[in-house]
């Protein structure tokens, strides 16, 4: 059986990128012919992780100027592969293109994914609402406030943004070698940061932030891991705010659970988020976080969470001032356990995922003997 993945933002080594390949990497792929649809020019490295899945990545831009083009190229791939899903990932009705060249294609099984709680364009999604709802044979969501906002009352799945969980687990052996790779003393606080440079993330905030804790005289660092459209306009802020010796950009890195056992606490003070695969991954290795109060509560299953207004920094300073050390082996193991109840470990959830797609083939080999 065939199926065709398309992050309509691009394929990048976070967030529905992230999602797709955590996935399929527990994923019997025997059962599948899996491709992925890159609308932008993919780094090396990850479009390398998937093919050595063994899944075919095309690259197929998808740019606002030539939409047309992109949409007869996408129908030629799908008539040439005959598709039987197609697994549409977003975060508006903007997935309409995809989905209406699938329909006119012949593709049966139509997946329309949402992955957060809003967008950037509001009024064309709204415009493209009533098409977008004629479109999908499946609403699927990463959590409820996802669901919600594409779907409204409407019927969605959710599937979880699950993780690896021994992969993001605490380790303290790989905390002290990575905090001497970053020349940090015992008595320094660090603080991390792991998203895309973009208005979304809010990295402004956390330079602010930043500029505010060095005034009070706190030992304090913090590391951004991460790249995109924001990062040279980041960069000359932290530059103009004096604060290269107190703000790193760490780049893309691929080594997550040795960055964030290294570090001691976890920040996102995104304006909106879907379901951010981070903030799960950060509570499995035990670490404390604060996440700004934009962020559904969804994502929240342990008590390493605290949630602040992004509108009152006080409040996140203070919440830094006051750190006070956990055992982090122990957090980790309990987290663990809590992830699985929270149905966030990916060995359980890719079992649900595939016994999803077969059902939804089924149902198609059914109606074609009827």
Request: charged share 25%; aromatic share 8%.
């Amino acid at each position: 059986m065939k199926i065709l993945h398309i992050p309509t933002g691009g394929l990048f080594s976070d967030g529905i990128g992230t999602f797709i390949y955590s996935y399929l990497e527990c994923m019997d792929l025997d059962k599948w012919e899996v491709t992925v649809l890159a609308t932008n020019i993919p780094l090396l490295e990850d479009k390398a992780k998937f093919e050595n899945l063994g899944v075919q990545v095309v690259v197929l831009e998808r740019e606002k100027t030539a939409i047309i083009h992109y949409m007869r190229q996408l129908y030629k791939l799908i008539r040439a592969n005959k598709y039987d899903i197609i697994h549409v990932h977003g975060s508006s009705s903007l997935m309409s293109i995809e989905l209406s060249v699938a329909k006119i294609a012949g593709v049966p099984v139509r997946i329309a994914h949402s992955h957060n709680t809003t967008c950037d364009h509001i009024k064309l999604d709204k415009a493209l609402r009533p098409v977008f709802h004629k479109l999908y044979t499946q609403a699927w969501a990463c959590g409820e406030g996802a669901g919600k906002w594409l779907f409204t009352n409407r019927e969605y799945t959710i599937i979880h943004n699950a993780r690896n969980i021994k992969r993001y687990q605490f380790s303290e052996s790989k905390r002290q070698q990575f905090r001497k790779k970053l020349s940090l003393k015992d008595t320094t606080l660090a603080l991390g940061h792991v998203g895309r440079f973009n208005v979304q993330k809010n990295h402004e905030f956390l330079v602010l932030l930043m500029e505010n804790l060095v005034i009070q005289g706190l030992d304090v660092k913090l590391f951004l891991v991460g790249e995109g459209s924001t990062l040279s306009k980041i960069k000359n802020m932290v530059s103009e705010k004096f604060l290269e010796d107190r703000v790193f950009f760490l780049g893309h890195l691929n080594d997550m659970k040795s960055f964030v056992s290294a570090m001691d606490i976890m920040l996102l003070p995104s304006l909106y988020e879907g379901l951010p695969l981070v903030s799960v991954e950060w509570q499995i290795n035990g670490i404390q976080c604060i996440l700004s109060d934009t962020i559904t509560k969804e994502c929240i299953y342990t008590k390493q969470v605290t949630s602040l207004p992004i509108r009152t920094p006080l409040y996140w300073e203070k919440a830094i001032r006051d750190f006070c050390p956990e055992d982090r082996l122990r957090q980790t193991v309990e987290n663990q356990i809590l992830a699985r109840e929270a149905g966030y470990d990916i060995e359980l959830e890719s079992v649900k995922l595939d016994t999803l797609y077969n059902k939804l083939i089924m149902a198609i080999k059914d109606r074609t003997r009827k």
